[in-house]
């Protein structure tokens, strides 16, 4: 039960670091975008 929840929260933060990177990444592209 405790290894479920832990895997989990390891997913969980996995999804919320390649969101965050995404974000990050996405707004880059469009600065990137808006000067070309």
């Known amino acids: 039960m405790i290894m479920?929840?832990?895997k989990n929260m390891?997913?969980?933060l996995i999804?919320?670091?390649v969101m965050?990177?995404?974000a990050y990444l996405g707004?880059?592209?469009m600065i990137i975008?808006?000067?070309l």
């Open 4 to 6: 479920l929840i832990g």
């Open 10 to 12: 390891e997913i969980r």
């Open 15 to 17: 999804i919320l670091i």
């Open 20 to 22: 965050i990177m995404g």
């Open 27 to 29: 707004q880059k592209m």
């Open 33 to 35: 975008v808006m000067f």
